[in-house]
C-alpha cells in the first residue's frame, strides 16, 4: 500500500512547523529533516511521493538533496527558495526539480502546486478501504463487503474524486469541474445530486445514513469514517 508521505527538508522550525500543519489537514504524512546531512541520511527508508526542498541549509544546499532523492525515488522535488533568483531557479530545474515556489508563499497555492506536480507523476494510491469498501485503483475493481460491485465511468471518477481528498470538504462547485472534465459535457447540480444518490445506493450500507459519503450542509461533502491508504 501507499502512503500520501511528503519528505520535508527545511532548516527554519516555525515554518517547518507551519508547513506539517498544512500538510497534514490535506491528508498528507510528513517527514521532517533540517539539513542536507539528515536528508541524506532519512531519505532512503522514508518512501515519500513528493519531496519540498529549501535549496538553503545550514550545512549545504538543496541541490544535492534533489540528486540524491531523484536517484534514489524518482520521485517529484518542488524547491522552496527564499529568493527568485534565476541562477539558482534554473539550477534547480536543470537538476531534475518538477517546480519551485518563492517564500513566504501562500499555502493554498503551494497545496495546488503538490497535487499537480503529484498528478503529472502519475501517483496515486494502489488500494483503498473504508467502512468494507475496497478500491484497487491499478486495475479499477469495486468491492463492498468482498462482492464486487460495478461503478458506471462517472460514478467511479466522483468516487475517486474522494478517495483522492480524504478529510478534505470538498465543494459542489468542484465535483462539477470534476464530473465536466470526465463526461466532456455540461453536468449540472442536479446530475451531480443523482450521481451522489447512485453512488451511495451501491457503496453505504445504508444509503439513507450514509457513512462514506458524508454531507457538509451548504458547502458539499466528504469522505467519512476509517479509511486504510
Not at 531557479?89 to 513566504?104: F, Q, R
Not at 468542484?174 to 464530473?179: G, S
Not at 442536479?190 to 451511495?200: A, C, D, E, M, P
Request: aromatic content about 8%; hydrophobic content about 40%; glycine content about 8%.
Amino acid at each position: 500500500m501507499l502512503v500520501k508521505r511528503i519528505f520535508l527538508v527545511e532548516d527554519d522550525k516555525e515554518i517547518a512547523r507551519n508547513l506539517s500543519l498544512l500538510l497534514s489537514s490535506e491528508g498528507f504524512n510528513v517527514i521532517h529533516a533540517i539539513s542536507q546531512k539528515d536528508a541524506l541520511a532519512m531519505i532512503g527508508n522514508s518512501k515519500p511521493c513528493l519531496a519540498l526542498v529549501d535549496i538553503s541549509l545550514p550545512d549545504g544546499n538543496g541541490f544535492a538533496v534533489c540528486t540524491e532523492i531523484k536517484q534514489v525515488y524518482g520521485i517529484p522535488v518542488i524547491f522552496l527558495t527564499a529568493s527568485d533568483d534565476e541562477a539558482s531557479v534554473v539550477t534547480g530545474l536543470n537538476i531534475g526539480a518538477d517546480d519551485y515556489i518563492t517564500k513566504p508563499f501562500r499555502p493554498r497555492e503551494l497545496v495546488a502546486r503538490i497535487n499537480t506536480a503529484l498528478r503529472k507523476s502519475g501517483y496515486s494510491p494502489s488500494t483503498f478501504e473504508i467502512c468494507g469498501l475496497h478500491v484497487d485503483v491499478a486495475s479499477g475493481i469495486v468491492k463492498k463487503n468482498g462482492k464486487e460491485i460495478f461503478l458506471s465511468a462517472l460514478e467511479y471518477r466522483l468516487l475517486l474524486v474522494f478517495i483522492n481528498n480524504p478529510g478534505n470538504i470538498i465543494t459542489r462547485d468542484r465535483l462539477l469541474d470534476e464530473l465536466w472534465d470526465a463526461a466532456g459535457e455540461f453536468v449540472n447540480n442536479n446530475t451531480l445530486t443523482v450521481y451522489i444518490k447512485r453512488l451511495r445506493e451501491k457503496i453505504e450500507d445504508n444509503p439513507a445514513a450514509p457513512q462514506i459519503i458524508l454531507t457538509v450542509r451548504g458547502t458539499g461533502y466528504r469522505l467519512g469514517g476509517s479509511y486504510v491508504l
